[in-house]
């Protein structure tokens, strides 16, 4: 630095302009309603911490020992003996993390496996691993669909399927939840020789509700449509071999790609895409979210690989967990809670709270009467509902429902919801 040319300090604050703008003020609206909630006294739903995990279905929160009744932990694989040890040893291995992309050297023997395992899994020729769900949507949806290409979506997406849709270029046609009709009059609408993509959820997070894939699945074919699912909240669970709705609805073989998570049944974080399209492996090289970033961690694939593996023989689970949501959602109805299906569809029972604040004082009293579920309010959910959503998990045992149901019962009194 030469002498005499005077250098600001570095800790003196830029003079600010009158007419800039805080970029921050779009949020204010959103930081009223959060700090309005939590004058009242009310515990906020949105920051608790695990301090310690017991199991799938138990942890300490605020020093009490709680029972999960809101994680995505359906199949109970995170403590599964099989799947820890193929961690520890491919710590041990290859080391804690790859640094690189897939396409670079992120590419590890346990990436292969992982793949060869979701390929078996859904008897598939491709499966591609993402580092997670969200970006397995991001970057396939926007991969695949571009400029005069039109995506035809039930209007309750994920928001990993609208960020899809947003970065890519192709039109984008939202119908109804769940209405075969309205999809087909967006259908009709469309150029008969323009690109086409439906996507469509097995299970709608938010209420728990299945589409009705068979009925859609034929109109987006009538219509010369491609066809991609997310079964983020199937996968493991649902249809005999726990392939998901498409499989459950007999259209498995009828859909071009299958999107998925590893953060929930699986258990460990990830996503991928399996499909049997020929041209499938080019998305190799033309997937931005897939290149430009870091793979998983050896641990990581190693572990989804065995929980995967050993999903496919989990029918016992399978069977024990529909019992589960079963016994959950005929208690809670009993009980005079307004659920969010008529049927239980999923391992997804939703509370249908009458407002926020109702909803967050329940939410406290569960808490502090040793239940956690998910607190869910607009704009994630649909219809501005604000739900208490509960999922189970197949190692939720009988007793433990019934001890849920108890709790649901003195928190409902304890603030004047039944
Ligand atoms: C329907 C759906 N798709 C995708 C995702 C994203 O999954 P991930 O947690 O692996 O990013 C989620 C996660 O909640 C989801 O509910």
């Known amino acids: 630095m ?24 779009k949020f204010d609206d959103i930081i009223a309603l959060r700090e309005g909630l939590l004058a009242t006294g009310q515990t906020d739903p949105f920051n608790l911490v695990m301090e310690k995990v017991l199991s799938p279905t138990r942890a300490i929160c605020n020093g009490r020992e709680t029972i999960l009744l809101g994680t995505y932990n359906y199949m109970g694989m995170t403590f599964d003996p099989d799947v ?32 060869e395992a979701l390929r078996d899994f859904y008897e598939m020729d491709h499966a591609m691993v993402f580092s997670t769900g969200y970006q397995a949507n991001l970057g396939i949806i926007s991969t695949i669909a571009g400029k005069g290409d039109y995506i035809i979506l039930d209007i309750d997406s994920h928001a990993s399927i609208w960020d899809g849709c947003a970065m890519g270029n192709a039109e984008v046609v939202p119908f109804k939840h769940n209405d075969i009709e309205a999809m087909e009059k967006r259908l009709k609408r469309i150029p008969e020789d323009a690109g086409k993509l439906v996507i469509l959820e097995g299970v709608y997070s938010m209420l728990g509700d299945v589409a009705p894939l068979k009925e859609m699945v034929a109109v987006a074919k009538k219509y010369g449509a491609m066809v991609l699912v997310d079964e983020a909240h199937s996968m493991g669970f649902i249809g005999d071999n726990g392939r998901g709705v498409v499989e459950d609805a007999g259209v498995i073989d009828d859909v071009d790609f299958i999107i998925g998570t ?11 895409c399996v499909s049997n399209h020929p041209k499938f492996e080019i998305m190799r090289l033309v997937c931005r979210p897939y290149v430009f970033t870091a793979s998983l961690p050896p641990s990581v694939v190693a572990t989804a690989a065995t929980s995967i593996r050993k999903l496919m023989h989990g029918s016992n689970k399978r069977a024990h967990l529909w019992e589960n949501s079963k016994n959950l959602h005929k208690g809670l109805r009993d009980l005079g809670f307004k659920l969010g299906t008529e049927e239980p569809q999923s391992a997804i029972i939703a509370v249908i709270m009458p407002d926020l604040q109702q909803g967050a004082a329940m939410w406290e009293a569960l808490i502090k009467n040793g239940l956690y579920v ?9 219809a501005n509902m604000t739900l208490l959503r509960c999922s189970l998990c197949a190692e939720h045992s009988e007793e433990e429902v019934a001890q849920i149901l108890d709790i649901f019962e003195k928190s409902g009194k304890e603030i004047g919801i039944i």
């Open 2 to 25: 030469s002498e005499g040319i005077s250098q600001p300090d570095q800790r003196e604050p830029i003079e600010a302009h009158a007419g800039d703008k805080d970029l921050f003020s």
């Open 84 to 115: 820890v040890e193929a961690g520890k040893q491919a710590l041990a291995d290859f080391g804690t993390g790859t640094t690189g992309s897939r396409v670079l050297n992120g590419t590890y023997q346990g990436h292969k496996e992982c793949e």
């Open 262 to 272: 590893f953060s929930k049944s699986v258990g460990t974080v990830g996503g991928f």
């Open 374 to 382: 998910n607190l869910a309010r607009p704009p994630a959910t649909p």
